[in-house]
């Protein structure tokens, strides 16, 4: 009888994409004996090139900056749009948040490199993947190198992306559509990303870093019925302004399709089974920033994971858990939306028609989970037009000009009672509601101690002197002015008679 060999662990993740990779960093980093399964061998071809600003510091907080400062990699591309109408508008990047093209398969596989450096044990390739639960653990079986194991684990988290479950366990957040799409050789030399809507969809474009250039048609899959896949390819892009260069360097036989449905999974945290990535949810690609959402969420249910295992508050950590997926996504419809609406042919075919469609409706004859009420819940919730932003600069003049003006608190604050992350646990704070956004911190302070603060203080300067006693002068001014900009603090009336001349530059 062949042995099985068997350990014990606390947290088994399945898939090594960049969820799971930045689930077992993350982890380890906590202290805690984690094992990481990867189905392929690397590497592996994978989509998702162009990755979103926000990505850097999610890199540097995980140590891993190094692996993106590649010098084949391409950084800070200019975009060249066409959107909300027929002209040419260039976009270009943020000086201090770079955009960058990588290439994927290189990545994945130096991200594995740097799971391996840390000591995490990987096993890759597998097959044959079970598991079930006894009692409170599970037992997860599998065959690598023809070796047979058994691991029992507190936790199992699958990130093994969008084909790990049915399409009946997704809620859908929109239509399904169709992407064709080609890499050729990018003999005319773009260096620049492009993005077009056309009256049939919308194209996506970009230099890759192996000197080809990657062209995306996204439109509705009924477009089939009517001509073949290359045909409706080459058409879309010869009539389109910002692609039509590159209609003669596109191949017959070398045009690659998917569907792309964006979800949700309708119970993604079920007994210690904790979905994260592609498998727990995906956004449209239009916002070009899935692998940066997933890394981040993946930051965020490791904290919850370690909140389980180190203080046993199962409850309150899937109940953030589940916060964080709702308010992602319902951000993300919201934006996308507005964005798609805004296309100068947001009316001219199925395609834009079906981007109109209410997201309850395209859900109408499924069951729903308690999971899923709470997310049509929030989808129901208006959205404040106008952001809570935190103040990043005062002038000097506006702090000399406020800073002998009483103050007083807003009567009608809402405070709650708030999950947040602090100390890398999930905990219950007190916290403001405003205009729909709990607020916990600022500027890692809580807001709710700030204001209770506030009530001993006078004048807006003796308020920013005492917060300069715990942090730097310029973050308590900050932090004075965007409490005022939030409305938690107005200027008292007496003081606005008195200095009403003053005050009409402010």
């Known amino acids: 009888m062949e042995s099985v060999k068997k350990a014990k662990v606390e947290v088994v993740i399945v898939g090594a994409g960049p969820a ?16 990481l399964l990867e ?7 994978q989509l998702g090139e162009a990755l979103s600003p926000g990505i850097w510091n999610i890199f540097e907080y995980l140590e891993i900056l190094h692996v993106l400062k590649k010098e084949h990699y391409l950084k800070n591309t200019i975009a060249e749009v066409i959107w909300e109408n027929q002209e040419i508008f260039e976009r270009k990047p943020n000086l201090k948040q770079e955009n960058i093209i990588v290439n994927r398969e290189e990545l994945d596989a130096d991200l594995l490199e740097e799971v391996r450096k840390r000591n995490i044990k990987v096993f890759q390739p597998i097959n044959h993947l079970k598991w079930e639960q006894k009692t409170t653990n599970w037992f997860i079986s599998f065959n690598s190198n023809n070796e047979k194991f058994e691991i029992e684990t507190k936790f199992i988290v699958d990130a093994r992306g969008r084909g790990s479950f049915s399409q009946k366990e997704q809620i859908k957040l929109g239509t399904a559509h169709l992407c064709l799409w080609q890499d050729v050789k990018n003999s005319i030399f773009c260096n620049r990303m492009k993005i077009e809507a056309v009256e049939n969809g919308w194209i996506w474009g970009a230099p890759l870093t192996n000197n080809n250039y990657r062209m995306m048609l996204f439109l509705e899959s009924e477009e089939l019925n009517k001509s073949k896949a290359i045909s409706i390819f ?4 010869n009539q389109s302004k910002l692609f039509s260069k590159f209609e003669k360097l596109i191949k017959d036989y070398s045009l690659n399709s998917c ?3 964006s979800y949700i999974h309708e119970n993604p945290w079920q007994q210690n089974f904790v979905k994260i990535g592609d498998a727990a949810f995906t956004l449209d690609p239009l916002s070009s920033s899935g692998v940066e959402k997933a890394m981040r969420f993946s930051m965020q249910t490791a904290i919850c994971i370690h909140t389980v295992l180190k203080e046993y508050k199962e409850e309150k950590a899937k109940e953030f858990y589940e916060k964080q997926i709702i308010e992602t996504n319902k951000r993300h419809s919201d934006w996308l939306q507005t964005f798609y609406n805004s296309a100068w042919c947001s009316n001219a075919s199925l395609f834009w028609k079906n981007k109109k469609k209410n997201i309850l409706d395209i859900n109408s004859e499924k069951d729903i989970s308690d999971f899923e009420k709470c997310f049509y819940k929030e989808l129901k919730r208006e959205t404040s037009e106008e952001k809570l932003e935190v103040i990043e600069f005062v002038p000097k003049h506006q702090i000399e000009l406020l800073w002998n003006l009483e103050f007083e608190l807003n009567p009608t604050i809402n405070i709650q009672d708030i999950l947040c992350i602090e100390d890398d646990l999930i905990k219950v704070k007190k916290g403001v509601l405003i205009q729909n956004e709990e607020k916990v911190f600022l500027h ?3 807001i709710v101690k700030l204001l209770e603060e506030s009530k001993h203080q006078k004048t807006i300067g003796e308020f920013i002197y005492k917060i300069s006693t715990e942090i730097r002068f310029e973050f308590a001014v900050r932090i004075v002015f965007t409490l005022l900009k ?3 603090l107005f200027i008292s009336k007496e003081s606005l008679i008195r200095n009403q001349k003053q005050l009409s530059s402010f």
């Not at 189905?39 to 071809?45: I, L």
Request: glycine share 6%; no cysteine.
């Open 39 to 45: 189905k392929q061998q690397f590497p592996r071809p």
């Open 234 to 237: 080459k058409r879309e892009i």
């Open 259 to 261: 569907v792309i449905q």
């Open 20 to 35: 799971g990779i930045t689930m077992a960093l993350r982890l380890e980093k906590l202290g805690h004996k984690v094992i």
């Open 444 to 446: 890692h302070l809580e």
């Open 486 to 488: 939030w409305k938690l």
